[in-house]
């Protein structure tokens, strides 16, 4: 077999057959867009490679550039595709045709989460209960959530009479620790989450999933098949990242859900359930159809808490980096932000927060909100798959083949005057306090959540969440950051924000709250 290998490779027909196969797939892929009226391929200077250098180390200027050539909706060709931008006019069709474009789906393109977490509904599952049981009862959750942000601050940050330098980035250990304790709480519940173990699944399993699939997709060049064949290698001869973590899961829930079976097989009708995402799964008849332990689907829990630790994780941390970040760098909103803190302090007596108090953080809502449109957001993003029949015709009248992969132009929306007022590049923390428009409000000027009904669930919990950190925050710390020169440090990679990397310098308050 060596030796015929070796004849095929050797032979110049062979081999000029090989490459006459390649161009002319990338012909076919690209001759098939003449069948449909689509929307305009921008200009590229090198065949095969197309526009993805520029993509990866300039695509801001790519973005605006190609927007003001070719109109709010054009395609580009990025690693042997072609994926379609929509603009601000396109954006909410795409995202309320969820008969057409899907998000999951456009999901996998990058990171198959399907193979790495198995049962096929726990992503739907895991929507509802955040829906109903987490952001339908958050009044119920914010005493727990209030006192597991207080314990993380006070464990992983703590008294800083002398000035203490934390490093922050995307990943940090610091604030990955702390948002990580609130967050187990609420998923595992209160027996286990404060489990050294179980807390470093909440810390550690996102990025070790997504290491697997930085690699550069190279092989696209030639089909995506190839590249997604080439990733899923380890997942196919069962090396999962999930693996370890999965153990750790189901060796601290075993035996709370043994004993929370027992219970209310003992206590009946008395029984106060616990309101946390694995009480959700128990009541569920098909994964646990009696109050038998050796009957539960201990596989399907474990898999969908992996989920939702993937889900929330990353997402909130990735939020309260930069929200904190911004208001270290903006001292300009400090003192304001910190008076409106110190009022609702007082009106509580110090005593926790109601959902009622949070509700009246307007000036840091509008903050955070601002901070989630201008830091978090991504220069194209949310890209979701054409899922139609055969094609989708747009209201302009361009279409796309089913399959293609379709991205939302968020400077398109963020960029643009009419939709954020004066001034939209600019960082303007009562922006959306002048429009009473609240974070978790989804707009048609505010793409971070997505939109129509699957916009994100858990834009509640992470908002609250938030809030209630930097307000616990100002209360305790002045913090500033360690240099001035801040803004240089915020680059793109491809469209998305480069991992932040400075240092926060936080001291205790000298001010006493009155």
């Known amino acids: 077999m060596r030796k015929i290998i070796e004849i095929l490779l050797g032979d110049i027909y062979i081999q000029s057959f090989i490459i006459g196969l390649i161009v002319s797939a990338l012909f076919s892929k690209l001759s098939r867009r003449t069948k449909l009226n689509e929307p305009p391929l921008a200009y590229y200077r090198f065949p095969i490679i197309g526009h993805t250098w520029r993509f990866l180390m300039d695509c801001n200027n790519l973005i605006i550039e190609s927007r003001e050539k070719y109109g709010e909706t054009f395609s580009l060709y990025i690693f042997g595709q072609i994926i379609t931008i929509v603009g ?94 609130p967050i187990a709480n609420i998923v595992v519940g209160e027996e286990c989450y404060n489990n050294k173990e179980i807390l ?76 946390d995402a694995l009480q959700c799964y128990l009541d569920d008849p098909e994964i646990t159809p009696d109050l038998d332990p050796n009957n539960v689907n201990y596989d399907y829990i474990a898999n969908a808490i992996g989920r939702f630790i993937f889900s929330t994780m990353g997402t909130t941390n990735f939020g309260v980096t930069y ?39 307007v000036k840091l809502d509008s903050f955070v909100k601002e901070s ?6 991504p220069i194209v993003g949310l890209q979701h798959k054409c899922i139609s029949k055969s094609y989708y015709t747009f209201a302009n009248g361009y279409q796309v083949p089913s399959g293609r992969i379709v991205y939302l132009n968020f400077l398109d ?3 643009n005057e009419e939709l954020q007022g004066q001034n939209p590049t600019e960082f303007d923390a009562y922006r959306h306090l002048k429009r009473n428009s609240s974070a978790t409000k989804l707009e048609r000027n505010f793409l971070v959540f997505g939109g129509g009904k699957h916009a994100c669930p858990g834009r509640f919990f992470a908002v609250n969440e938030i809030k209630m950190f930097l307000h616990k925050v100002m209360l305790k710390y002045d913090v500033r950051t360690d240099t001035e020169e801040i803004g240089s440090k915020r680059r793109y990679l491809g469209p998305f924000r480069a991992p932040l990397n400075v240092v926060l310098v936080f001291e205790n308050r000298k001010e006493t709250v009155n």
């Open 323 to 361: 929200a904190l970040y911004d208001l270290a760098e903006k001292k300009q909103y400090w003192q304001e932000l910190y008076q409106e803190a110190q009022e609702i302090n007082k009106q509580c007596n110090g005593n926790e927060l109601t959902s009622d108090d949070i509700a009246r953080m």
């Open 413 to 415: 929306t963020n960029n």
């Open 88 to 181: 601000k006019e396109t954006t909410h069709e795409v995202l309320s045709k969820d008969q057409d474009f899907n998000f999951r789906e456009g999901l996998k393109v990058q990171l198959p989460l399907h193979l790495i977490f198995k049962h096929a509904t726990i992503t739907e599952k895991n929507d509802k209960i955040v829906k109903v049981h987490i952001a339908g009862k958050l009044k119920h959750l914010i005493s727990r959530l209030q006192k597991n942000i207080i314990k993380a601050i006070d464990l992983h940050i703590g008294e800083c009479v002398e000035p203490k330098n934390i490093h922050i980035c995307d990943q940090s250990k610091t604030l990955t620790d702390i948002i990580a304790i």
């Open 372 to 377: 989630l449109r201008i830091s978090s957001a």
């Open 200 to 275: 470093e699944v909440f810390t550690d399993l996102t990025l070790s999933i997504v290491k697997m699939f930085v690699i550069p997709p190279v092989l696209s060049f030639i089909h995506p098949w190839l590249h997604q064949q080439f990733v899923t290698i380890p997942l196919r001869f069962g090396w999962n990242p999930f693996s370890k973590h999965k153990k750790a899961i189901l060796n601290h829930i075993k035996p709370v859900i043994k004993k929370r079976l027992y219970d209310k097989k003992r206590l009946g009708d008395a029984w106060v359930a616990p309101l």
